[in-house]
């Protein structure tokens, strides 16, 4: 059986639509996934299911959520193997010691050809570095995330995509959860 993570948009930041994760892993079980778990309040799930088709995933969970919660929640989804190939994805892994909580992945709704990053005239900060990959935007933030203007509005408006972005230690969290006993 297939292991997926999903992220959600937009759920428990800043106040913005509060979901118990005990509700949230009841969501899921209503639509038959397994061995669900969460990380953190911000809506990263990690779970089993039988269904090998990622359209039809994020179509029963977001509907699902919209029954349950009553607001629209967008939802991104990944297979554990793909988390799995993060580190060796990421070219910011290279950066000074101590610089690991200056790593940040957007997460895309769809992957990117080549170039679209260039022609979407992508304003950075002072040192600030970026790299899109597929459907993943690596982000090195020496001046962190809350200073950046290279946030998830700007990645949805510039790229015509859903966006959400997980700090790289919440990422290695979920590869870990995703990969223990499974």
Not at 27 to 53: C, L, M, P, R, W
Not at 150 to 171: D, M, P, Q
């Amino acid at each position: 059986m297939p292991t997926y993570i999903t992220l959600l948009r937009g759920i428990n930041v800043g106040g913005k639509n509060p979901i118990k994760m005990a509700n949230l892993v009841a969501a899921f079980a209503a639509v038959g996934y397994k061995s669900i778990e969460t990380h953190v309040q911000s809506g990263n799930v990690v779970f089993d299911g039988e269904e090998k088709d990622a359209a039809k995933i994020v179509s029963e969970i977001e509907a699902k959520l919209r029954r349950s919660f009553g607001t629209e929640i967008r939802v991104l989804l990944r297979t554990a193997l793909e988390f799995a190939k993060m580190p060796g994805k990421n070219p910011f892994l290279d950066k000074p010691a101590g610089s690991l909580e200056t790593l940040y992945v957007t997460f895309l709704s769809t992957s990117l050809e080549k170039g679209i990053a260039e022609s979407a005239d992508l304003p950075k900060g002072r040192g600030e570095e970026f790299r899109i990959i597929g459907g993943e935007v690596f982000l090195y933030l020496p001046n962190g995330y809350g200073r950046t203007k290279l946030n998830n509005t700007l990645f949805e408006k510039k790229l015509g995509c859903v966006a959400t972005t997980r700090n790289w230690k919440t990422v290695m969290a979920l590869v870990n959860l995703a990969s223990r006993n499974r």
